[in-house]
C-alpha cells in the first residue's frame, strides 16, 4: 500500500502539461533576470565603495601629517627649542599654512623660552574635528542603506 502511495504521489508530481511547463520558464527567465541585475548593481556598489575607500584612506594620512606637524610645534615650543635650528625651521615652513588662522588666538602662557601653545592644540581640536567630519560623509557616501 505505502509503495503504490508513493508511486501514485511521484507520477503525479512528475505530470505537467505545456502550459505549466511555459510558465516555469518565465519565471525561471525572470528570476534569471534579476539575479543578474542585482549581480551588476552589487558590483558596481563594491567599485564605489572600494574608490571612497582609497579616498579616505588618503584623507587620513593627509591629515595625520597635519597632525605630526602641529604636534611638532607644540613640543617644540613647549621644550624651548630654537628658532635658528633648521629642522625647527623646516616644521615651521610646513606647518604655517595649517597654523597661521589660529596664531594668536588665545594667549599662549610663556616662561622665557618656553612656551605652551594654546592656539597651536585649539588648532589641532579643530582639525581632529574636521577629519572626524569628512570621514563621517564619506562612510554616508559609501554605504547606502537598503530596505527589505
Known amino acids: 500500500m505505502r509503495n503504490e502511495v508513493q508511486s501514485e504521489i511521484a507520477r503525479q508530481a512528475g505530470f ?3 502550459r505549466e511547463r511555459q510558465e516555469a520558464a518565465v519565471i525561471g527567465q525572470q528570476m534569471k533576470r534579476q539575479a543578474i541585475s542585482e549581480v ?16 579616505s584612506q588618503f584623507i587620513d594620512y593627509f591629515f595625520c601629517l597635519i597632525y605630526g606637524l602641529i604636534s611638532l610645534e607644540i613640543v617644540f615650543d613647549l621644550l624651548g627649542a630654537r628658532h635658528n635650528n633648521g629642522f625647527r625651521n623646516l616644521i615651521d615652513t610646513l606647518s604655517a599654512p595649517f597654523l597661521a ?21 585649539a588648532a589641532l581640536v579643530v582639525y581632529i574635528l574636521l577629519h ?17
Open 40 to 55: 551588476a548593481h552589487t558590483e558596481q556598489e563594491l567599485g564605489r565603495t572600494r574608490a571612497v575607500a582609497r579616498l
Open 16 to 18: 505537467e502539461d505545456d
Open 101 to 121: 588662522p589660529f596664531n594668536h588666538l588665545f594667549a599662549d602662557p610663556a616662561s622665557g623660552r618656553f612656551q605652551l601653545r594654546l592656539s597651536y592644540i
Open 132 to 148: 572626524l567630519a569628512i570621514n563621517g560623509l564619506l562612510r554616508l557616501v559609501a554605504h547606502r542603506k537598503t530596505a527589505i
